[in-house]
């Protein structure tokens, strides 16, 4: 059996990949493919330790985490393209009207 | 059972008066200002007049409240004090009332023709009016703190007419002077109410003199009544120009003479000697405080007399005269002859008013000049002014039967009774007195005319002086100056009769009651004495107008010879002992100075302004730093929280490894 501190390594590493492209990348899909690797390194550990603890609750969690995260990609990819259609592009940082 | 006289109408008529000249007279004529200044201190007399006839009728003190409603009158309730706008009707205040109402009426006549000139005609006149409210105040007021309003109200307005024409550098300082020389005898005064008020918890006179009455005697009641007299008379000290804060009076003369005459001689600056009166019964119970008073206004008698010689301003020589009666009547309370010190109040309101309003017209006459250097032979320009300033310098100086006489030879006689010190010094200072008031009467009125004559009408207008007009040939003032100086000219010369067989005494006796009838000792009853030492002040009086005469009319030169001779000393005298001088030194240069340096370079500047701009500055730097956090840029903020969120997992990691 593959013990639980390899699983909370891979974890942690996808959440951190998930930190650093949202941090660094500019592509708005691919901040939120950075989003989504956070989301789904999160749900890692809690399978994994649902699974070792021999607990429902962990995986109810993650059916909860699944769900936010495809409503959040509906309603996200659909900015995307309201956006994509009025500015022409995908770059975060020339979508800052809003910004002083 | 006590008759209403409606006292309070004699104090608000004049207030009237003062808000409707104070709110229209600008746009009204001078006949319309002075009809209606005349109108409502003539009315305020009238019924002063009433008031004494009907009270005289009652004979009992009479006590009554602001319009006669005591619910509408409260004016401090608070548990355990109470003042109320309330007045207070006996024979002092009666006499106070008289004088006040009479002589400034006589005074109101006398400006309109004196001011006529002036552009603040109706501002004078608003300001006049003002001044007899207040002092009316303080004369009925029933209790001290109703006193003291009126004792401020005063102080204002001297201030206001002081500085009348403020735009004259001199008076506006010398209206300054007087108002906080004033604010250090009411520190004293204040000081006193307080202690009064904490001992018997009202400022009431009678409740206060009923307490005073019952304290058991004993060094403590003793302690705080000789504190409470000492106190009232630093207040005294201050408002009636008494040693050590005399030093504002002769400045006072800055204002208009009328004003000089009103305030500065017949009624503001007795307010001291009324107030002493009227607490005769804590000073009575507080020998010392007696002694204190006695020895301030005797030295203030002499000392201000000396001076008075060598001046040459014919109102500064009144001025330190003013000073030196003071000091008279301040002697006659210090000795426990109130009713002495009350007589010379009101004589003396009669003649010295009469000396500065014969002041007024030799001023007026000879087209503002002060200087008496430059009179001379007036009498034949100014026949009426003459006679009548002869009259008041015969009263002053004590040659019977003038007014003068009876009231200074009162004094001087208790004075005796009490130590022949005070009497001694305050013949000598009768001596001075005859001198220097014969030195201003020949000096104005005899020998050549000394000023400058000009011909034709229309000379230079001395901005903002006295009687400043076009001006030729001396002349004499028009009628409405004149009447009030024969009038009061008539009561300098009757005016001591009413005290001929102590009757004036008998009169104020329920007042002062028999503290006063039973004499200290068995030299009063001396006939003998008395007459003796009459005929002697009569002479010292008749001997200082001798002088006068040999040195400033039959040989002029003298004078000068004599000054040179005496050097030093003359050089002092005429300046004041340099009492001015040491003041600014000793308590104005230390305040100026530590105010400049200490309090504004030091304190406001380096202290306040620097550390509130200092947190300022500190304020808008740390922001301008934390401003940086805040860049809109959503990554950043990304950032910040990955990095927060590193920091707080390190941190537990570190506490699960410290485990």
């Known amino acids: 059996m593959v013990p639980l501190s390899y699983y909370l390594v891979l974890s942690g590493i996808l959440f951190a990949c998930g930190v650093i492209g949202f941090l660094i990348k500019r592509n708005i899909i691919t901040i939120f493919l950075s989003i989504e690797l956070m989301l789904n390194g999160v749900n890692l550990s809690f399978v994994a330790f649902a699974a070792h603890w021999h607990a429902l609750a962990g995986q109810v969690f993650v059916f909860f985490v699944m769900v936010v995260a495809a409503a959040e990609a509906a309603v996200g990819l659909a900015i995307i393209i309201a956006v994509y259609r009025t500015r022409e592009t995908l770059n975060v940082d020339r979508v800052n009207l809003l910004k002083l | ?659």
């Open chain 2, 1 to 659: 059972m006590t008759p209403n006289l409606n006292l309070w109408l004699i104090p608000v008529l004049p207030l009237a008066g003062a808000a409707i000249n104070g709110l229209f007279g600008k746009k009204a004529s001078r006949a319309g200002v002075s009809t209606v200044a005349l109108l409502f201190t003539g009315a305020a007399f009238l019924w002063a007049l009433v008031a004494a006839a009907r009270f005289s009728s009652v004979a009992v003190s009479c006590q009554e409240y602001l319009f006669n409603n005591p619910h509408l009158a409260h004016w401090i309730r608070i548990s355990g004090f109470s003042a109320d706008f309330a007045f207070y009707l006996d024979q002092l205040s009666l006499v106070m009332l008289l004088v006040v109402t009479g002589v400034g009426f006589l005074i109101h006549i006398y400006s309109v023709g004196y001011m006529w000139d002036d552009p603040g005609y109706y501002r004078f006149f608003s300001y006049l009016n003002l001044f007899m409210f207040f002092m009316l105040t303080l004369v009925l007021a029933n209790n001290y703190l109703l006193m003291f309003i009126g004792w401020e109200g005063v102080g204002l307005a001297s201030y206001l007419l002081i500085g009348f024409w403020f735009t004259k550098d001199s008076a506006a300082s010398a209206g300054k002077k007087a108002f906080i020389v004033n604010r250090i005898g009411d520190f004293g005064f204040l000081i006193g109410l307080f202690l009064l008020i904490r001992q018997f918890g009202t400022l009431n006179f009678t409740q206060v003199f009923d307490g005073v009455t019952r304290l058991t005697p004993g060094a403590g009641t003793e302690t705080l009544l000789t504190t409470v007299g000492i106190l009232l008379m630093i207040g005294a000290c201050g408002k009636s120009a008494q040693i050590p804060l005399y030093v504002w009076l002769p400045d006072a003369m800055e204002g208009p003479t009328p004003v000089s005459a009103l305030i500065h001689a017949a009624t503001m600056v007795t307010a001291g000697v009324y107030m002493v009166a009227r607490s005769h019964v804590i000073f009575e119970r507080a020998p010392i405080a007696l002694t204190v008073v006695a020895i301030i206004g005797t030295l203030t008698a002499f000392y201000a007399a000396t001076i008075g010689i060598a001046q040459t301003d014919i109102k500064k020589v009144l001025a330190y005269s003013t000073v030196s009666q003071l000091g008279y009547m301040f002697m006659a309370c210090g000795v426990g002859a109130f009713s002495a010190g009350i007589f010379h109040l009101m004589t003396h309101a009669f003649f010295k008013g009469l000396l500065f309003l014969g002041a007024g017209s030799v001023i007026h006459a000879v087209g503002g000049e002060q200087d008496m250097r430059k009179m001379g032979g007036l009498k034949s320009y100014v026949p009426w002014t003459a006679l009548t300033m002869g009259i008041a310098t015969l009263a002053i100086t004590g040659i019977p039967p003038f007014a003068g006489f009876w009231s200074k030879d009162e004094i001087l006689w208790k004075a005796y009774q009490t130590s022949w010190i005070y009497w001694l010094i305050g013949l000598v200072t009768a001596f001075i007195t005859s001198f220097y008031m014969f030195r201003l009467y020949f000096m104005t009125f005899f020998g050549d005319y000394r000023g400058i004559r000009v011909d034709e009408h229309g000379h230079s207008h001395i901005a903002g002086g006295d009687a400043a007009h076009a001006h030729g040939e001396p002349h004499e003032s028009p009628a409405v100056m004149l009447v009030p100086l024969i009038i009061l000219a008539f009561l300098s010369l009757v005016g001591g009769l009413v005290a001929i067989g102590g009757s004036f005494e008998h009169f104020l006796a329920p007042v002062f009651g028999a503290s006063e009838a039973t004499p200290a000792s068995g030299i009063a009853s001396n006939r003998g004495l008395e007459i003796m030492l009459m005929v002697i002040s009569v002479l010292v009086a008749v001997l200082g107008a001798a002088l006068a005469w040999v040195l400033y009319v039959s040989k002029p030169y003298l004078p000068q010879q004599i000054a040179a001779r005496l050097g030093g000393l003359y050089d002092a005298v005429l300046n004041k002992y340099y009492v001015d001088e040491l003041y600014a030194a000793l308590f104005v240069k230390p305040v100026v100075d530590g105010s400049t340096d200490i309090l504004w370079q030091g304190v406001d500047r380096k202290v306040i302004d620097d550390s509130i701009n200092d947190a300022a500055d500190g304020a808008r730097h740390v922001s301008d730093n934390a401003r940086r956090m805040q860049s809109g840029n959503l990554r950043s903020y990304a950032g910040w929280i990955a990095a927060g969120s590193a920091v707080m997992i390190a941190y537990m990691i570190w506490l699960g490894v410290a485990r």
